[in-house]
T-cell receptor, first 113, second 112 residues
């Protein structure tokens, strides 16, 4: 158990819908990172927040957005869902803001039908 | 741009040694990580190299050559539980902050 929690574990929804994935970092960690992992693309970096502020953006679609709240938990919002958005979404946390030694949560498996 | 290459699959025998190679190209290299990921589970941190040379941690060692854009992960005394994917990841520092770029992973099968 890494200490990072993610909810829900599984999510099944239809195309065009909107979902919110939630992540709580390890106690004391200020950084939250979001990743998408699909079978054909490996682990793709989406976005990084540090202490409530956006620090870095990867290949995140405009239909996706995220935020980190004052209590340091983070949410990833996915809208206008497409079949290709079906994937495992991981969040990770670390103490500092440079990406060193990230602890990954168990992931949310999103299935878009 | 950024590019990370590692073999798709490898097979090795229990008790043996295996070396998983990784080559990378990135404009703002700032460290290389290895993560282990069992099927359906989250990646777990194994090692970090930022300077050239070998870092040893128990049965696992990781090597880095920045001039060659090359790293390897060495697993000794292989156990069945080492069957997993091994992800090479590069930390890239750009104008937009630090990004961790992952390779597609190498699936290691350990056979008896």
């Amino acid at each position: 158990d890494s200490g990072v929690t993610q909810t829900p574990k599984h999510l099944i929804t239809a195309t065009g819908q909107r979902v919110t994935l939630r992540c709580s970092p390890r106690s004391g960690d200020l950084s939250v990172y979001w990743y998408q992992q699909s079978l054909d693309q490996g682990l793709q970096f989406l976005i990084h927040y540090y202490n409530g502020e956006e620090r870095a953006k990867g290949n995140i679609l405009e239909r996706f957005s995220a935020q980190q709240f004052p209590d340091l938990h983070s949410e990833l919002n996915l809208s206008s869902l497409e079949l290709g958005d079906s994937a495992l979404y991981f969040c990770a946390s670390s103490v500092e803001g440079t990406g060193y030694e990230q602890y990954f949560g168990p992931g949310t498996r999103l299935t878009v039908t | 741009g950024q590019n990370i290459d590692q073999p798709t699959e490898m097979t090795a025998t229990e008790g043996a040694i295996v070396q998983i190679n990784c080559t990378y190209q990135t404009s703002g290299f700032n460290g290389l990580f290895w993560y282990q990921q069992h099927a359906g589970e989250a990646p777990t941190f194994l090692s970090y190299n930022v300077l050239d040379g070998l870092e040893e941690k128990g049965r696992f060692s990781s090597f880095l050559s920045r001039s060659k854009g090359y790293s390897y992960l060495l697993l000794k005394e292989l156990q069945m539980k080492d069957s997993a994917s091994y992800l090479c990841a590069v930390r890239d520092r750009g104008t937009g902050g630090f990004k961790t770029i992952f390779g597609a992973g190498t699936r290691l099968f350990v056979k008896a």
